[in-house]
Each structure stands twice: as structure tokens, then as C-alpha cells.
């Protein structure tokens, strides 16, 4: 138990607790529908996108130290970006993330654990709100958490209070997808071999005979051995050949399919082969990834900091530049926001992610590449100066 312990401290036995009703005498027991749903590998395709433009994103905070904890080591498992992906793939396929906030001595946050529960449950202990997770773990089979130390993010946030609703929408679905892939995989192996009956024109043979005569005919000319594909029978036997035509799904069904699981997570064919353009791109990020990351900012920020922190303006903050999903012709169309002052040369230079330039925090002017000062004047004004 020592790794546990190091992630959540000493733990408390919660001995006395009861199961928390929610508002309307709602029971909170959740048992997630399963993880089965991530073995397909068309919802895992689906998923990629998301954990991998979600990993993306850049954390920022009043608490510098926090900063720097979820930029590089959330927790002793994972950098930022695995965090990120993490949190977003366990969403996905459970519809309720739990970040385990683990607090040092003093009770300031030192590590976040994304929680890979089986199950959980709410509980009450002295006027208290807990969670109880439940693990397949067999080192760790249980564990009551208090629910001021968990950050949770939910989807299709309905009935409960605690959790977001299961994917078992899903099912039906991946069924037909999946009885699909049977029934074309059969069908090959079905049609693949040479298959018909042997007809004698003796009189009734014993039963031996016909298996024999059966067996004698598979082995000389259905074995991998007769390369040439060319049976010869004697005028006693007569082959009758079958044919068989198995039905499958037509490809505009099973296209269906596929866009039914698109739709259920958010995405689209160009989204999942990387073949979105820029427009496509940005308006998956605000449709799919800023929800998740304006959540996931928003739970980090209030559970971490006290009432007084937040009063004084603390926050935790993951935020992904847009102008990384444009084009690079987009990009370098952005130098004349460069020309006219409106962006700084570091600025611009960020966007295709080089280095910042010694004085490219000022911004400059088109004409005379000057700083902008409140005493500088452009070419035109000193003309004008002159004439005068």
C-alpha cells in the first residue's frame, strides 16, 4: 500500500457511512457501462481526435507553482499532456471524470490523479459528501474519497446530481457494426473454398463407401496441393457444384453506421483520417474541445482554491491558441497585423512556434519599423514637417 498511500495519503476508514440520497430520493450507485465500448476500434478512432486536440491545450494559473505542476508532472505517472488525454479518453467512454486532488501538510494541492474507477458511489459520513470508488485492481479494491478533494466533469448530465448518464445509447449500434464485421468475414470464408455434392450413378453404395469416396475427393482436389484447379471424376461420378451468395450489409448501410458513431461523439470522417482544413478544425475546437476545457478550468479552479483565494482573483486556466489549428497561408497572411502594430513580432513568431526574438515583445510600424513610442512620428508627418 505504499504507492497508494503516497497518492492519497492516510486514508480514513470511513466506518459509519451511509449511501447519499440525491434530490428526488435518487440513489447515487453508478456503474459505468463498462469499458467494452473502447475495444471497438471505430469509437477509438472517434476518441483519438478528441484526447489529442484536448492534450493540447496549455495550463495557466494565478499560483505559479500549480502552473508548472500540470505543465510537467500532474502526478508521478504523467506529464501535461498525458493528463490532458487521460482526462478527456476516461470522459468519453464513462461520461464522468474524477481528478483526485491530493493536498500536502499545509492543504495546498500538490498532484492531480485522473481516477480509473470501475464504480463509484456516493456516501454520507457527518453531514459529508464522499465518493467511493470500487477498482478491478487487486491491490486496491475500494477507496472513500471526500468530494472536496475531487474535480468532476460530466456529459450528458441529466438525472443525477453526482455523474453523466452511461453510453449504452451506444449499443445497439456497435451490435449491428460489430454483427457486420462477422457477417462479412463469414461470408468470405464461406465462398472461399470449393463446395457442391458428388453424385454416383451406381446403385446404392454402402454409407462407408460414400464417406470414402468423399473424403478421397477433398483430399485429391480441394487440399493446397492441386495448384492447378482442375478435378477429374470417372463416368461414375458426376460433380454438382453450389453456389453460394451470402447476404451482407451494403457499404451505404454500414456508412450509416459509422456516421451514427460520429455523431454520437462529435466528429466526422475528415476529423478522424486528420483531413480537416482549417474551417472544419476550428469549428470542431469550439464545438468539441473549449467545452472541455472551460469545464475542466473552471472544476480545477473552485475545488483547489479557498472562497478568499477566489476572491482575490485565483484561477487555474487551460487554454489552446486557435491560430494553431490555420493554415500555414493563414499564418503568414497574419505579418500585416505585424506591419500595423496590431501583433508584436513574438507574438506572430508563437504562432508557428519559434523561439521569441530579443526587442520582438514591441510592436512596430510598417513604415519605419520603429518602436512604437508616444514621441515617434512616421515618414509622412516629418514630409509634412518639412514643407511647412
Given at each position: 500500500m505504499g504507492l497508494i498511500q503516497k497518492i492519497f495519503g492516510k486514508t480514513k476508514l470511513y466506518q459509519n457511512w451511509q449511501r447519499f440520497r440525491e434530490l428526488g430520493g435518487f440513489t447515487a450507485i453508478f456503474h459505468p457501462f463498462g469499458t467494452q465500448i473502447y475495444r471497438s476500434e471505430l469509437v477509438r478512432a472517434c476518441i483519438r481526435p478528441l484526447a489529442e486536440q484536448s492534450s493540447k491545450a496549455n495550463p495557466h494559473s494565478s499560483d505559479k507553482r500549480l502552473e508548472k505542476i500540470l505543465t510537467y508532472q500532474p502526478n508521478i505517472f504523467m506529464n501535461g499532456k498525458d493528463f490532458l488525454a487521460k482526462c478527456r479518453?476516461?470522459?468519453?467512454?464513462?461520461?464522468?471524470?474524477?481528478?483526485?486532488?491530493?493536498?500536502?501538510?499545509?492543504?495546498?494541492?500538490?498532484?492531480?490523479?485522473?481516477?480509473?474507477?470501475?464504480?463509484?458511489?456516493?456516501?454520507?459520513y457527518q453531514n459529508g459528501l464522499f465518493i467511493r470508488f470500487t477498482f478491478e485492481s487487486d491491490e486496491l479494491r475500494e477507496m472513500i474519497v471526500p468530494w472536496a478533494d475531487l474535480a468532476v466533469l460530466r456529459k450528458d448530465y441529466l438525472f443525477s446530481d453526482i455523474g453523466g448518464e452511461d453510453n449504452s445509447a451506444l449499443l445497439p449500434t456497435l451490435d449491428l457494426i460489430s454483427t457486420t464485421n462477422q457477417g462479412v468475414a463469414n461470408a468470405v470464408k464461406a465462398t472461399a473454398n470449393l463446395r457442391g455434392i458428388i453424385k454416383h450413378t451406381k446403385a446404392v453404395m454402402d454409407?462407408?463407401?460414400?464417406?470414402?469416396?468423399?473424403?478421397?475427393?477433398?483430399?485429391d482436389y480441394l487440399s493446397l496441393e492441386n495448384s492447378g484447379g482442375i478435378a477429374a471424376l470417372d463416368p461414375t461420378m458426376e460433380f454438382i457444384p453450389i453456389t453460394m451468395s451470402p447476404q451482407v450489409t451494403t457499404y451505404e448501410q454500414m456508412k450509416e453506421f459509422r456516421e451514427t458513431v460520429y455523431r454520437y461523439f462529435g466528429v466526422n470522417e475528415d476529423i478522424v483520417q486528420s483531413k480537416?482544413?482549417?474551417?472544419?478544425?476550428?469549428?470542431?475546437?469550439?464545438?468539441?474541445?473549449e467545452p472541455f476545457l472551460v469545464a475542466l478550468s473552471l472544476e480545477l479552479t473552485r475545488k483547489v482554491f479557498t472562497e478568499r483565494e477566489l476572491a482575490f482573483g485565483s484561477f487555474i486556466e487551460f487554454n489552446s491558441d486557435r491560430l494553431q489549428f490555420a493554415s500555414?497561408?493563414?499564418?503568414?497572411?497574419?505579418?500585416?497585423?505585424?506591419?500595423?502594430?496590431?501583433?508584436?513580432?513574438?507574438?506572430?513568431?508563437?504562432?508557428?512556434?519559434?523561439?521569441?526574438?530579443?526587442?520582438?515583445?514591441?510592436?512596430?510600424?510598417?513604415?519605419?519599423?520603429?518602436?512604437?513610442?508616444?514621441?515617434?512620428?512616421?515618414s509622412d508627418e516629418e514630409d509634412n514637417d518639412d514643407q511647412e
Open positions: 479518453n476516461i470522459l468519453e467512454v464513462k461520461n464522468t471524470l474524477f481528478v483526485y486532488i491530493a493536498r500536502d501538510d499545509r492543504g495546498h494541492a500538490s498532484s492531480f490523479y485522473p481516477v480509473p474507477y470501475a464504480s463509484y458511489e456516493a456516501v454520507e454409407p462407408d463407401d460414400v464417406k470414402k469416396t468423399r473424403d478421397q475427393f477433398v483430399k480537416a482544413d482549417e474551417v472544419e478544425i476550428e469549428s470542431f475546437y469550439q464545438a468539441r474541445i500555414s497561408r493563414t499564418k503568414l497572411a497574419l505579418v500585416a497585423m505585424v506591419d500595423r502594430g496590431a501583433m508584436t513580432p513574438n507574438e506572430w513568431r508563437a504562432v508557428f512556434n519559434l523561439p521569441p526574438v530579443d526587442g520582438g515583445d514591441a510592436p512596430i510600424r510598417r513604415l519605419d519599423t520603429a518602436a512604437v513610442d508616444e514621441g515617434s512620428t512616421t
